[in-house]
Structures are given as structure tokens and as C-alpha cells.
């Protein structure tokens, strides 16, 4: 079976550019959940989506915004980035939205901002 | 607001040796605790979870034990193996929080010298 899955796994940006990450959830998995990870700490919680409508949004920027798309794949946008920016992007999915559904993460988007 | 803070940040532990890691939590709306393996280049994988109504879980080689008075819930790890070294994190879920947001620990690194 196939996990979930993220692409690209490795980007470099510029300071003040935008950046699209994509993720694909398990299959049957209508739930998916992005994190942040900055090198030598724990992810932290950016989104949540299920079926199309967000369910939760973590302590960050405006800048930060992600949608759900009917087949519940998912798209997480960050603009004018900044050199903080950089960090590994986490997409985790779950088969519902309640705390009785475990997160599975993908491997991860490494963003580097210069 | 650190709201789950892990210990220690690191360890090294001899094979067929003990690793323990602890947690502390300050959110008594808590119910979900997951442990999570993360290997460098990978995403974090669910190892083992309890909820507060259980004082210890084991599977295989991993033993969650958890007090609830005292807001603190351990990792153990038995006859530790060198494939065992990667970074673990606790984390922590509230019920009627954003979705099934977790917020973890800071991680930590595992070392185990054959």
C-alpha cells in the first residue's frame, strides 16, 4: 500500500518568493494535516483539512494557506517567504477528523529559503 | 508555549541496554498520547499511544507508562538495538481541539552503540 506521499522532496526559494507543496493521503484517508519542522525540533501543526473544509489552523501567518481537493489530495502555500520559512514540511493523513484516527506522515518536503 | 516538553534531548545507550525518555504536559484536557520514531530523511511513524485511562502499555520491546497526577508519561525501550537509534518524540491530543491536532515534544535523539 502506498503511504502518503509528498512532492517535491527537496526545493530551494529565494527570500520573497511563493512555494506550493503538494501531498497525496493514503487512500480512503479524507483527512489530511500539515506540520512544520525546523531542524532539531518537533513538528508543529499548520492545517488540518477534511472533506474539503478546514477543521484547524495552527499559530501561523497569513502567509501560510493550504486547501483539499475532491480526491483529497492537498496543497499547502506559503508567500513572500522568509529565511524562517525554512524547514521540513510534514503532510500527515487519517482516515477521519477525530482524535481517534491516527496521523500517518509522509517523508516531507525540505524547504530551503536563501 | 512549550505544552509537552521532552527529556532528555539525548542519549546513548548500549545495545540490549534501557532507553528511557520522558514527557511532561501542562494540558489536563489531554487524552491521547502517541510516541513516534523518526529516521533521519523519513517522516515520524506512530511506534505506540495510551490514553490516561491505562496506567502502562507494552508492545514487543516498547513500554508506555503513564501518571496522570503527575502530568508525565515515559517511553522505555528494552534491549535496545542499533537500528533503534533515531530521534523519538511524544506528543499529546486534546478531544474537541483544532481537528486532531497534536502538539509533541522537542525529540530525543537515540543513540545505541553496538
Known amino acids: 500500500d502506498a503511504g502518503v506521499t509528498q512532492s517535491p522532496t527537496h526545493l530551494i526559494k529565494t527570500r520573497g518568493q511563493h512555494v506550493t507543496l503538494r501531498c497525496s493521503p493514503i487512500s480512503g484517508h479524507k483527512s489530511v494535516s500539515w506540520y512544520q519542522q525546523v531542524l532539531g525540533q518537533g513538528p508543529q501543526f499548520i492545517f488540518q483539512y477534511y472533506e474539503k473544509e478546514e477543521r484547524g489552523r495552527g499559530n501561523f501567518p497569513d502567509r501560510f494557506s493550504a486547501r483539499q481537493f475532491p480526491n483529497y489530495s492537498s496543497e499547502l502555500n506559503v508567500n513572500a517567504l522568509l529565511l524562517g520559512d525554512s524547514a521540513l514540511y510534514l503532510c500527515?493523513?487519517?482516515?477521519?477528523?477525530?482524535?481517534?484516527?491516527?496521523?500517518?506522515f509522509g517523508n516531507g518536503t525540505r524547504l530551503t529559503v536563501t | 508555549q512549550q505544552q509537552v516538553k521532552q527529556s532528555p534531548q539525548s542519549l546513548i545507550v548500549q545495545k540490549g541496554g534501557i532507553s528511557i525518555i520522558n514527557c511532561a504536559y501542562e494540558?489536563?484536557?489531554?487524552?491521547?498520547f502517541p510516541w513516534y520514531q523518526q529516521f533521519p530523511g523519513k517522516g515520524p511513524a506512530l511506534l505506540i499511544a495510551i490514553r490516561p485511562d491505562v496506567s502502562e502499555k507494552k508492545e514487543g520491546r516498547f513500554t508506555i507508562s503513564f501518571n496522570k497526577s503527575a502530568k508525565q508519561f515515559s517511553l522505555h525501550i528494552m534491549d535496545s538495538q542499533p537500528g533503534d537509534s533515531a530521534t523519538y518524540f511524544c506528543?499529546?491530543?486534546?478531544?474537541?481541539?483544532?481537528?486532531?491536532?497534536?502538539?509533541f515534544g522537542g525529540g530525543t535523539r537515540v543513540l545505541v552503540k553496538p
Open positions: 506528543a499529546a491530543r486534546a478531544p474537541k481541539a483544532a481537528g486532531n491536532k497534536l502538539t
Open positions: 494540558n489536563t484536557a489531554f487524552d491521547y
Open positions: 500527515a493523513s487519517s482516515l477521519g477528523s477525530s482524535y481517534n484516527s491516527p496521523l500517518h
